[in-house]
């Protein structure tokens, strides 16, 4: 299941995608038609963003600002290009593994 998500697989078969944008679900797998509708991750994904690369941002802001003393302009361009792309790769891994998790443990089909 680890696999599945990291790739943004299907959990059934492993080999249709999950995704059919950067975070948009698809309705089905195209290789073994599971049904992706009934299995909805809700805000999960984003909850897991913000509590973890938060978390993490906001350590390493502090450990720079403290270890490097860079002026604001400099925090200003490093954060948002850390924070942005990492919020997305855990919103896209969180949101396959929750519906994986969703399709083992209450599976419709």
Request: proline share 6%; glycine share 10%.
């Amino acid at each position: 299941m680890l696999k599945s998500a990291l790739l943004g697989r299907c959990p059934r078969c492993g080999r249709g995608h999950v995704f059919v944008g950067l975070l948009d679900v698809r309705p089905a797998c195209s290789e073994c038609g599971l049904d992706f509708t009934a299995h909805d991750a809700g805000d999960g994904p984003a909850v897991a963003g913000i509590f973890l690369i938060g978390a993490i941002a906001v350590g390493l802001a502090l450990w720079v600002d403290r270890r490097f003393e860079p002026d604001l302009w400099v925090h200003a361009l490093i954060w948002p290009a850390v924070v942005l792309p990492l919020s997305l790769l855990v919103m896209r891994f969180a949101k396959a593994m929750l519906l994986g998790l969703q399709w083992r443990h209450r599976s419709t089909s």
